[in-house]
């Protein structure tokens, strides 16, 4: 392999661990009152979002974000990611199919 071809594969590398830091980053955010990969506080009277699929989630999202559903604290938060961020989002929480 030549010089200039690990380079080149050394970004790809970096780029995709970039990426990913950046989806976990934005679902850490969920994290401090859903639990860690959604599995909820004990006692902490937040839902469980672990059992949703990330269809699921998305859509509820979204619902909280457009006003159809209702809540305390999702509504303002919903608001302030784009569609996109929301799908990164329930990306990576949801059960997998
Ligand atoms: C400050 C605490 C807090 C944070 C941060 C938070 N949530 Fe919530 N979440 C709640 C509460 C409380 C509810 C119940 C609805 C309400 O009152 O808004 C809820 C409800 C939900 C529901 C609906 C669950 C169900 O079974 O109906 C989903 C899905 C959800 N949250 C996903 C997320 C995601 C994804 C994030 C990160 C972008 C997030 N939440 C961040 C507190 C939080």
């Given at each position: 392999m030549s010089f200039l071809g690990l380079a080149q594969w050394n970004e790809v590398t970096f780029a995709q661990s970039a990426e990913q830091l950046y989806e976990r980053a934005l679902a850490g955010t969920c994290t401090n009152c859903?639990?860690?990969?959604?599995k909820g506080v004990v006692d902490g009277g937040i839902p469980l979002i672990?059992?949703?699929s990330s269809a699921e989630i998305l859509t509820q999202l979204k619902a909280y974000k457009s006003g159809t559903l209702d809540g305390t604290i999702m509504p303002q938060l919903a608001k302030g990611y784009s569609d996109q961020q929301l799908t990164t989002i329930a990306n990576q929480f949801g059960k997998k199919p």
């Open positions: 859903h639990g860690t990969d959604g672990n059992q949703l």
